[in-house]
């Protein structure tokens, strides 16, 4: 981009697209040559959607499965075990990412909470932290 790009240059492009657009219209559709990267283009937003979506899941899922016998089904913990509240503002706020996935990783020593190192991929530890992050009560206002 040098100092030539303004809102002119930007307006000719808009100009263009839609000058292209109109021929393809009047030729009866679009040309085989673009329809192949727009198919492309799908698939690829297709897989992103999915794996996004399946991260999603497997994140929660694995905390149903790992975790909510001592941090509870909403992740707010049990006084008897002396687990942490994740929803609550407060607690979020006293601890860093890079804590979360070390305690998940490594455990605490000296507590009921034990490493997952060797259950849980960084990729799995990862996405639970973030999922422990989006448990704070103050992001779902
Ligand atoms: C056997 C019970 C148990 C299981 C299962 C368990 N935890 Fe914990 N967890 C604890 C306890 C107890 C604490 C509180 C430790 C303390 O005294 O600070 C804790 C604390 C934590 C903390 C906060 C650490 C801190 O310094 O504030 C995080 C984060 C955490 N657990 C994540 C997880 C995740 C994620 C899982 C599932 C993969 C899990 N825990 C499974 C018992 C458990």
Not at 50 to 68: G, I
Not at 121 to 133: F, M, N, T
């Amino acid at each position: 981009m040098g100092s030539g790009s303004g809102p002119l240059p930007a307006g000719l492009i808009v100009g263009k697209g839609q000058f292209a657009l109109s021929r393809i219209s009047r030729e009866g559709g679009i040309p085989l040559r673009t329809r192949i990267p727009i198919g492309l283009l799908a698939i690829v937003a297709a897989a992103c959607m999915a794996s996004l979506t399946f991260a999603k899941a497997s994140a929660e899922d694995n905390f149903k499965e790992k975790c909510t016998m001592c941090h509870g089904p909403d992740g707010k913990g049990f006084a008897a075990l002396k687990t942490p509240d994740f929803t609550d503002p407060k607690w979020q706020a006293s601890v860093t990412d890079q804590h979360i996935a070390d305690v998940i990783k490594n455990g605490k020593k000296d507590t009921a909470m034990k490493g997952f190192g060797d259950k849980l991929s960084p990729d799995e530890i990862k996405a639970l932290v973030k999922y422990i992050r989006s448990l704070n009560s103050e992001k779902k206002k």
